[in-house]
């Protein structure tokens, strides 16, 4: 995880100052931010007016990265980006362990997903797509803890009911980040 945690650094860190907020999601975000800041935390608002569209666990993550870091806005929502594709990169990890697969496969995936175009894009442009993507996976891998066959020993019900609940608490932060499919998804 270190190691993928720093090629993750190397990948985003240069780069939280170097640019404005352009793409059209982006100005919209950030106009949604801006009313959090004026008070508006569960509901935001969109020029004013009501923005029901989005739930607002991610502009509450900006938010705690901007008050934890010095960076100030836009380089916030960049590093709520690559903070994002860094729990990805997490979650994909987990996933791959709870499944069974070795150490060096579970970071051969890691690597891939590091060196996807996509994924890389996707941590310089301020969006939620991944870190709903992060808790969906964490969620599916929780769910898979859950279900996995019993080895008779007496705690075992109680891991399982708890990893389930964890399961079902990242599919409702990932329906809190983007919408109901967060909840879809996993439990599908």
């Known amino acids: 995880f270190w190691a993928l945690a720093a090629l993750t650094a190397l990948q985003t860190a240069f780069t939280l100052s170097s640019r404005a907020l352009w793409f059209s999601d982006e100005v919209r975000y950030a106009d949604a931010y ?13 020029n004013g007016v009501a923005y029901p569209d989005k739930p ?25 980006a690559a903070a994002s594709g ?11 362990r709870v499944l ?23 941590m310089h442009y301020s969006r939620m797509d991944l870190l709903f993507s992060a808790h969906i996976t964490a969620s599916q891998a929780a769910f898979c803890l859950a279900f996995r066959t ?34 879809l998804f996993p439990v599908a």
């Open 100 to 122: 069974g697969l070795r150490q060096e496969v579970c970071a051969g995936a890691g690597l891939v997903l590091l060196s996807t175009l996509f994924f890389a894009g996707l």
């Open 86 to 96: 860094l729990l990805m990169v997490y979650a994909t990890l987990s996933l791959g």
């Open 34 to 46: 801006a009313g959090l800041l004026r008070g508006k935390w569960l509901v935001l608002n969109l």
């Open 56 to 80: 607002p666990l991610y502009f509450w993550f900006v938010w705690a990265l901007d008050k934890l870091s010095t960076l100030g806005d836009p380089a916030a929502f960049f590093l709520a």
């Open 150 to 183: 019993p080895s008779h020993n007496g705690g075992d019900e109680d891991k399982r009911g708890r990893n389930a609940a964890l399961a079902l608490f990242l599919a409702a932060l990932a329906t809190l980040t983007k919408g109901p499919l967060g909840l």
